[in-house]
């Protein structure tokens, strides 16, 4: 058992910042689990500075050493053992079970950006060789491969705690590539992050690494999360939360002196279409997983779908009306997030053109909600940019449009999404063709028959997605390609092959495929 | 011989636009070579609209229409012959030869997109197969693969008419990835780009091309640029030219209601470091190379060298002062440019700390003006910011350092960069990979014992920058690597294989190398 120490931890050092102190609760009892001070700008300083200073060394360490600290990470949180997913569970009432499938895939990505570093592949060295000769100018010779970019600011969700948490996906990807980060944890679970950073603090000191290149700043403040993204020394963000949060943060990096990158997930209402002939022959198969999809963990996934799209039948909204009547009641993560989904539920409600197809006083705990259906049509749904609004827990909009072209049109009405999903049959074939062509230009994945929750981890995973979904729709946050992220090219002209980095040596000591001259090889130059 | 038009050209039609008339010149002469009405926002809506029309149609051709479409405009643009090179000298006072290089780098590079396009490689296709019956869940069919992303607006640049142009390495990319195009050529050489966009409008009637791909609008004033950036059908913007304008437009797109990716090229002062050993022993054949660099196409190339920082030698110095006086005045591109360059040139003259090693008159004709070589100390260049602009033009500025300490200060200060250059010998090296390691951070392109100028188009070359050389580090605008700037990665999951993209069908149609369950094939799935 770690004995909490209700900390920030700056380059090496658990700090006690002077900030406003803030508690987390157990959604499901409201009890107080930890208290900590809030980190602000002095925190924020700190942290750039240690990491800067640590980057030095850090972006230089031997591509070995950096995979043996990832996977010392991962060794370090499986650890951490039940301590840390009771302490998960307390403070976001997610279930031992959910956490502990989390926990796997956590240190699953961990150790699969160790491999991906110890391959070295992945930097995408490229030589071409010299032709001192050629006429009418010399060619150079000129070699080229991705470099870490310094030190990365993450903001952790609160949604998944461990694997877009304080050592999640952008913790991983940053550290891999050979940047420094600088996490400011989530204000819900400030004791879990914690026991990250203890995991984190551990592989620091056991494979020696520069103290720097690892903070968690803890704290409930607006200004830390702006200092984060302002500070000179940021050169990439990544965040996980809301439009609203995401936005401010991506105008904050575009109005820098110097504008960064920033890698926002936001928000997406993964429309899920129902087609003619898949909505007469498998209403209840597909009323069965959509009402499942809704309610996975009480509605607060990403991917979660939002809207469903049919056309007209009345046998499919009694059956969906069942399915969901059937689900018990989730808690959700923080009493902020209840009264924000409470208070969506009765805007949405006042609407004259919305109503609620399963109706039930919504009680009075804002964190154990009904799990709703709404039904409006598409012409009122088209009419009023309001219905298409993310709601943050277990509700979904029924948007029932007259004929094949309205769906199509709700379908082009469409901002952008990570998932949008299609049910069809193969007599929808010649519908679904269109269909998929529109949402093709919408989102970042197409589920065909199947539902958007449970994002596979493979190479041919996109979890991204265009604006507002995401704030760029090239990257992915889910899978090994994420190192992207955090990185860039760097080319070398004529220089001495003793002064380059080792995966652009002659002698290739990396054993990689290099392009040399145009042509993938692992032979030596 | 074509007859210009003197017209813009959207959507398959030349139109006069209503806006104000203005003029190209012979920088020479000052005579008028062609005169134009300048579009404005009327013509904006109009080509946007055709360009998201005609995507719709673009977006899902046949990889092998799209190369031969790309072909024949290399081809047109070819037969323009001699009176393209004239009529662009005619505009630039850039001279045949030099017109002719770039026309052939211009040709060369569309075709690479085309044969990129035709082998299909580039989409980056990665499939990972079902296992339904997986425990504890079934694993889904995703495959994955870039997708273009829709209406992408270019920016002429004033210094490189063809490679950079109307047809540049932004517009062929953008066509290659099935995006239509709307450039807004340069004001500069309306005449030039108006000969390119004949030889797009006879590719697109030859090749049955849908009408709305490509539209080109001629104009001069500053409220057509902005409506294209701000347009809601525009995607991406390409940009090569000032760090003001680039910053205006970074701007604009990052204050949109959906931010769009852009890429700027900007300013860049590309520092050339000279080491003490190669001080000694190479001065003159480093003065020769310098001064080359600096005077080719009258300083006029975004990779001219801006500084120069050595230790104190006198003698170096003189024998930059002689080969910069044996380089004959060039002519600079426009006016305008004219002017800028003698304004920076009498402000940069009045800093107490800076001389002017070769002064002479700037003389009457601002389009010809003497090759500038200014000198200071490193500790006044530290201490003035205003010291590190871009001077766009034939001028560099000698930092003298006191020492190694100082040199790598400088280096440590230097804002982004799109190159630095070290030269150096055998007895510098342990100096040289101090300084190499700082400034791999800071540049795109480390160049050793060479110079900038003359960017070799090859895969490992990378032509970009951190900011304020350009706004995204990770792209490069020179090699077909530039075609990931507009597009997107789309998966699809569990779709059927009548409706996937060609490249992601199950008997890989293209037969190009796929990435199957994580490794290279080119077999059926």
Chains 1, 2 share one sequence.
């Not at 004791?191 to 290149?213: N, R, W, Y």
């Not at 702006?226 to 990096?253: N, Y």
């Amino acid at each position: 058992m770690i004995a909490l120490k209700q900390q920030s931890y700056i380059g090496g050092n658990w700090v006690t910042p002077g900030g406003k102190p803030f508690s987390s609760q157990n959604p499901r009892t409201g009890e107080t689990v930890a208290t900590y001070t809030s980190s602000g700008v002095q925190e924020v300083e700190q942290a750039l500075n240690a990491a800067n200073a640590a980057y030095q060394q850090y972006r230089l360490l031997d591509k070995n050493a950096i995979a043996k600290f990832l996977n010392t990470i991962a060794d370090e949180i499986e650890a951490l053992g039940d301590q840390l997913l009771e302490t998960a569970d307390k403070e976001t009432g997610l279930g031992i079970p959910r956490l502990t499938g989390e926990r796997a895939r956590t240190c699953g990505q961990i150790r699969a950006f160790a491999q991906l570093v110890a391959e070295g592949q992945w930097l995408q060295a490229s030589i071409d060789t010299a032709i001192p000769d050629r006429q009418p100018l010399p060619k150079p010779d000129i070699r080229r491969m991705l470099r870490p970019i310094g030190p990365v600011v993450v903001f952790g969700a609160s949604n998944f705690p461990f694997a877009f948490g304080t050592v999640g996906g952008d913790t991983a990807s940053a550290l891999a590539a050979g940047n420094p980060v600088v996490v400011k944890g989530h204000s819900f679970h400030p004791a879990t992050s914690e026991l990250f950073c203890h995991a984190v603090d551990k592989a620091i000191q056991s494979c020696g690494m520069p103290k720097g290149i690892f903070s968690l700043l803890l704290g409930n403040g607006h200004d830390m999360g702006a200092a984060l993204v302002k500070h000179p020394f940021t050169q990439a963000v990544g965040f996980t939360g809301s439009l609203k949060g995401g936005r401010t943060f991506m105008d904050l990096a575009a109005a820098r002196e110097n504008p960064i990158p920033v890698y926002t997930e936001m928000g997406s209402i993964n429309p899920v279409f129902i087609l003619e002939d898949a909505l007469k022959t498998k209403a209840e198969s597909i009323a069965a997983g959509l009402s499942a999809s809704v309610c996975l963990g009480t509605g607060q996934f990403c991917t979660s779908p939002g809207i469903a799209v049919t056309l007209k039948n009345p046998g499919f909204e009694k059956m969906l009306k069942e399915k969901f009547d059937e689900k018990p009641r989730g808690v959700l993560l923080h009493s902020r997030i209840g009264s924000a989904f409470s208070e969506a539920i009765s805007e949405v409600v006042k609407h004259p053109n919305v109503g609620w197809l399963n109706f039930t006083p919504m009680g009075d705990n804002i964190l154990m909600p009904p799990n709703v259906v709404f039904k409006t049509s598409a012409t009122a749904f088209l009419a009023d940019p309001k219905l298409s609004g993310e709601i943050f827990g277990p509700a979904i909009l029924l948007v029932v449009c007259d004929d094949m072209n309205q769906m199509l049109a709700v379908a082009k009405n469409l901002s952008g999404n990570l998932t949008a999903t299609i049910h069809a049959t193969d007599a929808d074939s010649a519908d679904a063709a269109q269909l998929l062509s529109l949402l093709d230009q919408k989102v970042g994945r197409i589920v065909y028959n199947g539902f958007p929750t449970g994002v596979e981890v493979c190479p041919s995973q996109q979890h991204g997605g265009p604006y507002p979904a995401t704030s760029n729709a090239f990257s992915t946050s889910v899978g090994t390609d994420a190192i992207t992220r955090f990185v860039r090219f760097v080319a070398f002209q004529g220089t001495p092959n003793n002064l380059l980095p080792d995966a652009l040596k002659n002698e290739n000591p990396y054993g990689i495929y290099r392009k040399v001259n145009g042509k993938l090889t692992r032979d030596a130059v």
